[in-house]
């Protein structure tokens, strides 16, 4: 199983992993959407929201590796 990183693109971690979407949610991460998730990478987007990358990453990859 690939794992996600933080210099992934968002759009990237959620098209390869569409389950990611239920922890982008827990932190309040609503990128999706966003134009900036195209090109933004994981640890740009956490950083502005004052999220903790590396939790983050350890949590997507934990559901994705069930």
């Known amino acids: 199983m690939n794992k996600v990183s933080k210099d ?6 959620v098209q390869q992993h ?13 990128c999706i959407g966003c134009a900036a998730a195209r090109f933004e990478n994981l640890e740009a987007g956490a950083k502005v929201h004052g999220i903790n ?3 983050m990453v350890n949590e997507i990859n934990s559901l994705i590796n069930k």
């Open 8 to 13: 992934m693109s968002i759009i990237d971690i």
């Open 53 to 55: 990358v590396d939790d």
């Open 18 to 30: 569409p389950e990611s979407l239920e922890i982008f949610q827990k932190y309040g991460l609503g």
